[in-house]
């Protein structure tokens, strides 16, 4: 008769940590495994070596390159051939710093203050990939990833039936566009989708022509900034081409085109994270927005033109949501470049998961994006899409 043996229990290691770190740990539901805490790299080299328990990942307090940094990592590796996700916790961090860590095998790296919900996600995924992920240096082969059948009818019988029903509300929408403001009714923008394809991403517009030089019309508006510098104003009018784009001796490389009018989509992008804390922008409403193109927004109605990037297939109604190519770019050789074996789609499920919630990180998205590529399924896609119609009552959009 065979003796079924119990399954052995998992435990995370956790080295030179404090007391406030190894309780946030501790309070953080990180699927069921145990956690083990020693004082030093040595106490638990010789604990290892005497039972052997079910390692599956190793937590250490260091900065980058002290002890219990990347040095130990290669002890680790190299001398006691212990292969699992070693994650670091530290105080000093810079995105540089980051990204040599991560280059050298380290499994993420955690800034103090840690967030437990960062834990909860990223830690299992990790420790449960970490055979597909380990080799993150490797370029994946994103062209394997094929729209499956059925989800491919369902894509097409959705949108088509979706724009048949709207079709009154989209003539609204592109009446009262033309009717508001000069300029076309829809503009594109090149997003990176499945298979880390390009393609043309339409949306209506919903900003006018000229909103820059609306900008500097309105800037008497701005009561706590009246004296705005003129220099920084004039600036902006100009011809815009970022650091990439004149190094490689060529015109705008990101760009986001409306018939022939162009814009620069990585100069809005950094203009806003520049200008965050700007009173000027804290204006109640913002004047490069029609009073059409607000509405839009605020219900989504402008993101209805990628129905039709359903229909011609660059797009699903379920999936990752494309990414510009200048965010696109910085994933190709990262552990989260698997969210580009997933389709291209319109909803998702980080999406319906954090949607209102201010503080999601940029890295629990693409967790959540690697997790909707490793699960999606047919029956998956329409449990996202019943989850998608409560999510868009929320208050904050996404």
Not at 193 to 219: E, H, I, P, Q
Request: glycine content about 4%; proline content about 4%; hydrophobic content about 40%.
């Amino acid at each position: 008769m065979n003796t079924i043996l119990p399954p052995q229990e998992q435990i995370i290691v956790f080295l030179n940590c404090d007391d406030n770190i190894f309780e946030t740990f501790s309070s953080a539901n990180l699927g069921g495994r145990s956690l083990k805490r020693f004082a030093n790299p040595l106490l638990f080299f010789a604990e290892w070596e005497k039972s052997k328990f079910n390692l599956v990942a190793i937590v250490s307090q260091s900065e980058v390159l002290g002890i219990g940094g990347i040095s130990l990592l290669e002890t680790l590796v190299n001398k006691k051939n212990i292969n699992v996700p070693f994650f670091l916790v530290s105080q000093q961090l810079s995105e540089s710093t980051v990204r040599m860590t991560l280059k050298s095998g380290v499994a993420d790296v955690f800034k103090l203050p840690i967030q437990k919900e960062n834990l909860e996600i990223r830690i299992p995924f990790l420790i449960e990939k970490w055979n597909d992920l380990k080799h993150a240096n490797t370029v994946l082969d994103f062209h394997k990833y094929k729209t499956p059948f059925i989800k491919r009818v369902f894509d097409i019988f959705f949108a088509s039936l979706a724009l048949l029903l709207l079709s009154p509300l989209l003539i609204t929408v592109c009446i009262l566009l033309k009717l508001e403001s000069r300029g076309p009714i829809f503009y594109y923008a090149l997003r990176v989708g499945s298979g880390y394809r390009t393609f043309k991403f339409y949306k209506f517009r919903s900003m006018y022509v000229n909103a820059d030089k609306r900008l500097k019309d309105l800037k008497h508006l701005n009561q706590y900034a009246p004296a705005a510098d003129e220099a920084t104003t004039n600036k902006a009018e100009e011809e815009y081409l970022c650091d990439e784009c004149k190094a490689a001796g060529t015109g705008c490389k990101f760009p986001i085109y409306s018939d022939t009018i162009q814009w620069c989509e990585k100069q809005y992008s950094e203009s806003k994270k520049a200008k965050a804390g700007s009173a000027f922008f804290k204006l109640k409403d913002d004047p490069r927005i029609t009073k059409v193109g607000k509405f839009i927004r605020n219900s989504s109605i402008d993101e209805l033109p990628q129905l039709w990037n359903v229909i011609i297939g660059d797009m699903s109604i379920v999936g990752n949501r494309p990414l510009p190519l200048y965010e696109a770019e910085k994933l190709t050789t990262d552990k989260y470049a698997m969210r580009f074996m997933a389709p291209a789609g319109i909803t998702g499920l980080w999406q319906v998961e954090k949607r209102g919630k201010g503080e999601m990180s940029e890295e629990e998205r693409l967790m959540l994006d690697n997790k909707y590529a490793e699960n999606h399924s047919f029956w998956y896609d329409i449990k996202l899409i019943l989850r998608t119609i409560p999510a868009l009552l929320q208050k904050e959009s996404v």
